[in-house]
């Protein structure tokens, strides 16, 4: 069986496994009703809460494994992944100054200041990389970018009017999709989908870019265009994926190395199993974060940077041995 | 058939390329060689298309390489960077195939190429696994797999050993009999003395000497340029030339 069958059928699986766990217990009647009268409570529950939260999961997974397969591809390096270039870090940003300002509850503002900050970095991103389409100058950009929106991002908390707001902020930036609405996973299945039709011109390009930029643009790659198409979306996905389920670490550094264990190294291969693979991880991080026995709920983003934390040091490991040897 | 019609090329400060007008035609392998910093390289990525020019033009089949879009270019010049990066564990048979990504038959135009190079048992195994000559012969076999009229390559023997050397330029040679223009830069005088048709010389930028092997490696060539002493000599069957040169240094 192909990798994407065996990923998209562990998807599926999940998908509908998840669609039985819930706070309240639904027997097959009531899923019968929900099919049935999606107005009834048992409808509700289904088609409002879980569907939405279960698709959001997957969309959001898929967005950052996507996203760190084509960031790994473009700037060729193993230990890339969706913040590197500092969008994340401008959704994140955008979201607590949201919150701040009393909109935590107004629907669609957290996500929308979200998407204004992240949309902002890209602007600054695309901008530098239309002038310098090289990716060394623009991880430091990168860096300058994450440290900037770090350092806002403190100074949010600096003058937060409460701890109740600060608490508030903390929450989110902790990342869920508990409570995401239709809205959210249309915006997530939107961003995918524009993302997808970027990638398709940029795919190929990323496959020659293996050897190097000399070799790419004697095989007729377009460099910038290549570096404008994959900054545009990595923004699009990191940005939208913070934006609807707040920051999610590691699925967009760890997914595209599950693909490549299971034997796929081709970067232009790499893209649409590594989306599948995000989404099966979040799926199952979510899936844990339910069933954890915690008085306390576990935040999705915790759990799946208490996971990959301990991947990135062990592939920076690994990789330095590599360095070391090579 | 190339040609530079009075190319200058500047990194920086640094004029690296300076008013070189050269003509290079089908069938033929060239051997650019120079002392390092010499040029050369700049010269076959100004070649390539890969450096903008400060003055003068590159034309190939009498058309401005530079009122060719990138697609263009790509199906008409052919090159191999110096630098060997591979930053992705592919297979030789992936790596090969890029070359010939713009043909329907990339498979098996990538299966001769890598026979050409005699790595066609190979060609399933991670590129990650081979030896960095053998390395250095998939890129080889990548290069020839795009089939371009205008093959340019820097420094192809690079991680070769001696017997792969001749071994290659005896590839690119068949390469250049079957009608490309093959220009390779290469540091061994005497190998590119033996194998090419004609030599250029590059020194601080400039084109020191072009033409037959015999008559560009004249002695105070060598002198001059390379700081050496020597020249060609028969083989003792009195059949061939072949260089012999020292260090300048050493003779005093």
């Known amino acids: ?326 | 058939m190339i040609e530079t019609q009075n190319i200058h090329v500047r990194l920086g400060q640094t004029e690296a390329v300076r008013d070189v007008t050269l003509r290079f035609e089908p069938g033929r392998l060239y051997g650019l060689v120079g002392p390092n910093g010499s040029g050369k390289t700049t010269f076959l990525r100004a070649l390539a298309g890969l450096v903008a020019l400060s003055a003068g033009a590159v034309r190939i089949d009498d058309r401005a390489l530079s009122s060719l879009s990138l697609s263009e270019r790509s199906a008409r010049i052919g090159y191999l960077p110096q630098a060997r990066s591979i930053s992705w564990d592919l297979t030789v048979q992936e790596i090969v195939q890029l070359g010939a990504q713009r043909f329907r038959d990339a498979e098996p135009r990538a299966a001769a190429a890598l026979r050409e190079v005699g790595l066609g048992d190979v060609a399933h195994r991670r590129v990650f696994s081979l030896s960095g000559g053998q390395t250095a012969r998939v890129l080889l076999a990548r290069l020839l797999a795009t089939a371009c009229p205008v093959l340019l390559l820097d420094e192809p023997l690079t991680a070769l050993d001696p017997a792969w050397q001749r071994q290659v330029l005896g590839v690119l040679k068949a390469a250049a009999a079957r009608g490309h223009v093959v220009i390779a830069s290469l540091h061994d005088l005497g190998l590119a003395a033996a194998f090419c048709d004609d030599l250029c010389v590059m020194h601080d930028g400039y084109r020191a000497g072009f033409g037959r092997p015999e008559t560009v490696f004249t002695p105070s060539l060598l002198a001059e340029v390379f700081h050496l002493t020597g020249g060609f000599r028969q083989t003792d069957d009195g059949q061939d030339l072949y260089l012999a040169t020292r260090p300048v240094s050493s003779l005093t």
């Open chain 1, 1 to 326: 069986m192909k990798l994407w069958t065996i990923l998209a059928l562990s998807a599926a699986f999940l998908l509908i496994l998840l669609m039985g766990m819930g706070e309240v217990a639904l027997s097959p009647a009531d899923y019968a009703e929900a099919l049935r009268a999606p107005g009834s409570l048992a409808g509700e529950i289904v088609w409002q809460i879980r569907l939405p939260r279960n698709l959001c999961a997957l969309l959001v997974g898929a967005m950052l494994g996507v996203a760190g397969a084509v960031a790994q591809g473009y700037f060729r390096n193993p230990l890339a992944e969706p913040g590197l270039m500092g969008v994340s870090g401008g959704a994140g940003l955008g979201a607590a100054v949201a919150i701040v300002l009393g909109l935590g509850l107004t629907p669609g503002a957290v996500e929308g200041f979200a998407l204004l900050f992240a949309g902002g970095v890209s602007l600054i991103i695309l901008a530098f990389v239309s002038r310098f389409p090289d990716r060394q100058a623009l991880i430091l950009l990168g860096v300058g970018l994450s440290s900037l929106t770090g350092a806002l991002m403190a100074l949010v908390f600096n003058l937060s009017p409460s701890p109740v707001t600060t608490a508030e902020i903390l929450g989110w930036m902790m990342g869920s999709v508990e409570n995401r609405s239709w809205t959210d996973a249309a915006l997530a299945a939107g961003g995918l989908l524009l993302a997808t039709l970027m990638l398709w011109r940029v795919g190929p390009g990323l496959r020659v870019l293996t050897l190097g930029e000399d070799t790419a643009r004697s095989q007729g790659v377009d460099l910038r265009q290549l570096a404008a198409l994959s900054v545009v979306a990595i923004s699009v996905l990191a940005g939208l994926a913070v934006a609807v389920s707040g920051v999610i670490g590691f699925v967009g550094l760890a997914a595209p190395h599950l693909v490549r264990g299971l034997g796929v190294r081709d970067p232009y291969r790499l893209i649409a199993p590594s989306g599948l693979a995000g989404g099966v991880m979040v799926l199952l991080a979510d899936g844990a974060v339910r069933l954890l026995p915690t008085s306390t709920d576990i935040r999705l983003g915790v759990l799946t940077s208490l996971i990959g934390a301990p991947l990135f040091a062990l592939l920076a490991w690994k990789s330095a041995k590599e360095w070391v040897q090579g």
